[in-house]
C-alpha cells in the first residue's frame, strides 16, 4: 500500500506516522510519500518520520517531495491536511470575526467561510490530479473546514472520498471517561454536521446510559472537571436531552464565546505558530526518534487512530462503524440527499454507507437546516467566487445574518486574502 499525504510537511504528520508504525503489518504498507509545497518545513519533518522508521524497525519507506504527481503516482490513499494560507491566514480570519463582534473561528462563521474560500478551489484541482495519477484511490479529507470541503469534493470533485475529523472519536472517548468506562464498550447515537452535531443516547453494553450521564451533569454531584464537550449551562442540557459537541458552544453560548475569544491574550494561530517553532525545532534533532510530548500541545488528538482505523476498514473489507463527512443519501431526512452529513456509516471496500438515523427534533433541526443552506451557498461561491453568493451565504450563517454587515465581511475578505469575485457590480 503506498499513502500520499498532501500537506505532509504539516507537525501532524509524525503523528500520524506513529499510528502507520504500528498497524504497518496490517496495512501491508510499502511507501508513506509526504508532499508539501514547503521545502524547508517538508525536509524536517520528512527527515524527523524517516527515523521514526528506522528506529521502530518498520518496513516502509517514508519519501519527501514538493510534487504533488510524484506523491500521487499509484497511491491507494490520499490523505489531505493543508492549510491554504498557514497560521498567518487563520490569524487573519480570527481577527476578522472579532473586529465586528463575531465569532473568530477558523472552522465556523466568517473565518471557516474565508479558510473555504482558499480552500476549496485548491482541494479540487487535487481532485483533478487524483483523477490523472492514481483514479482508484480513497481521497480522506482532514482539511478544514473538513464538511464543507468534503461537500465540495463530493459534488464537484470525486465520489471515492470521504471525510474525517477527530471530534467524534474525541467525543466517544471524553464520555467513557466521564462515565468511567473503556471507551470500546460505547456507542453513541450521533448525527449532524462537521462541528455542528450532537449526541442523542449513549449505548454502554447495548444499553441507553444517556439519561444517568445527564443526570450527573445536572445534578448535584456535577463534577467540577467535565469535558469540554460537556461543558454547558445545566438547566440546558437538561431541556435539551442531548449532548452537543464542543463547537456548538459558538451557537448556543456566543456571546460567551466572542468574550472568551476576545479576552485572549493570543489567538489559537499565533499559540499554534509558537508551538510549531518549537516542534520543528525538536524534529530537527537528529538524535529524536520518537514523538515528542510537546506534540500533543497542537490539538487534533486521536487523528492518527482515526485516520487510520479508517484506512484499515477499507482495506481490509471490514464493514466496521465510523463516524464520517460522507453524502447523506437520506441518512438525515431533513437535508439534501446530495448534501454532507457527520454520521456514523458502514465502512468497506465500496466506501462509507451512512446509517439512516431517526429524524432529528425541531430543537435541532432548525440549526441543522440554516447551516447546511449555508454551507451549499458557502461551496457554490467558493467554486463560482460569486460576490452575490458569498453575501447571501454569510446572511444565511447563524453567527452573521446581517446584510449590511455580510457585505462588508466580503469586501475585507478581499483586502486581506486577495480573493476577487466575478460580480462586483453593486
Not at 504528520?13 to 510519500?33: H, R
Not at 490520499?78 to 480570527?94: E, P
Not at 472520498?161 to 464520555?175: E, K, Q, S, T, Y
Not at 485572549?264 to 510549531?276: G, T
Request: aromatic share 6%; glycine share 8%.
Amino acid at each position: 500500500m503506498k499513502i500520499a499525504v498532501i500537506g505532509g510537511g504539516s507537525t501532524y504528520t509524525p503523528e500520524l506516522l506513529d499510528g502507520l508504525i504500528k498497524k504497518a503489518a496490517l496495512l501491508n504498507l510499502s511507501v508513506v510519500s509526504l508532499m508539501d509545497i514547503d521545502r524547508e518545513r517538508l525536509d524536517i519533518v520528512a527527515g524527523f518520520c524517516q527515523r521514526m522508521v528506522k528506529s521502530a524497525s518498520a518496513t516502509f519507506s517514508v519519501e519527501s517531495t514538493t510534487q504533488r504527481k510524484i506523491a500521487l503516482q499509484g497511491a491507494d490513499f490520499v490523505l489531505t491536511q493543508v492549510r491554504v494560507g498557514g497560521q498567518s491566514g487563520r490569524h487573519k480570519d480570527i481577527q476578522l470575526g472579532l473586529r465586528h463582534g463575531l465569532v473568530g473561528q477558523e472552522t465556523t462563521g466568517v473565518g471557516g467561510f474565508a479558510k473555504a474560500l482558499r480552500t476549496i478551489p485548491v482541494i479540487l484541482q487535487l481532485c483533478r490530479e487524483i483523477e490523472q495519477y492514481c483514479p482508484d484511490a480513497w481521497l480522506i479529507n482532514f482539511t478544514n473546514p473538513s464538511g464543507l470541503v468534503t461537500e465540495a469534493i463530493i459534488k464537484h470533485g470525486r465520489a471515492r472520498a470521504m471525510g474525517l475529523c477527530n471530534i467524534p472519536l474525541n467525543l466517544r472517548i471524553d464520555v467513557a471517561k466521564f462515565l468511567n468506562v473503556d471507551p470500546d464498550r460505547v456507542e453513541l447515537d450521533y448525527l449532524g454536521l462537521n462541528h455542528l452535531s450532537w449526541v442523542r443516547r449513549i449505548m454502554l453494553d447495548g444499553k441507553d446510559v444517556l439519561p444517568q450521564a445527564l443526570e450527573k451533569l445536572t445534578g448535584a454531584g456535577r463534577p467540577a472537571n467535565i469535558p469540554e464537550e460537556l461543558d454547558y449551562p445545566e438547566a440546558f442540557i437538561k431541556a435539551l436531552g442531548m449532548i452537543p459537541s464542543s463547537y456548538l458552544r459558538y451557537y448556543y453560548l456566543t456571546r460567551k464565546a466572542v468574550a472568551e475569544l476576545s479576552a485572549r491574550p493570543q489567538s489559537r494561530a499565533e499559540e499554534v505558530l509558537e508551538i510549531e517553532r518549537q516542534l520543528l525545532n525538536d524534529f530537527a534533532n537528529p538524535q529524536l526518534c520518537e514523538k515528542p510530548a510537546a506534540l500533543e500541545k497542537r490539538g487534533g488528538a486521536y487523528y492518527s487512530r482515526a485516520a487510520i482505523e479508517l484506512i484499515q476498514a477499507i482495506h481490509a473489507d471490514k464493514g466496521e462503524t465510523h463516524v464520517v463527512n460522507v453524502k447523506n443519501n437520506g441518512a438525515i431526512a431533513c437535508l439534501p440527499n446530495d448534501c454532507v452529513v457527520e454520521v456514523p456509516a458502514r465502512v468497506d471496500a465500496a466506501g462509507a454507507h451512512p446509517q439512516t438515523v431517526e429524524p432529528p427534533p425541531p430543537e435541532i433541526r432548525g440549526l441543522l437546516q440554516h447551516v447546511k443552506a449555508y454551507e451549499e451557498l458557502a461551496v457554490e461561491a467558493a467554486l463560482t467566487r460569486s460576490r452575490r453568493l458569498a453575501v447571501l451565504a454569510l446572511v444565511t450563517h447563524p453567527l452573521i445574518g446581517d446584510a449590511e454587515l455580510a457585505d462588508v465581511l466580503v469586501d475585507e475578505i478581499t483586502d486581506q486574502h486577495g480573493i476577487e469575485f466575478e460580480d462586483v457590480a453593486r
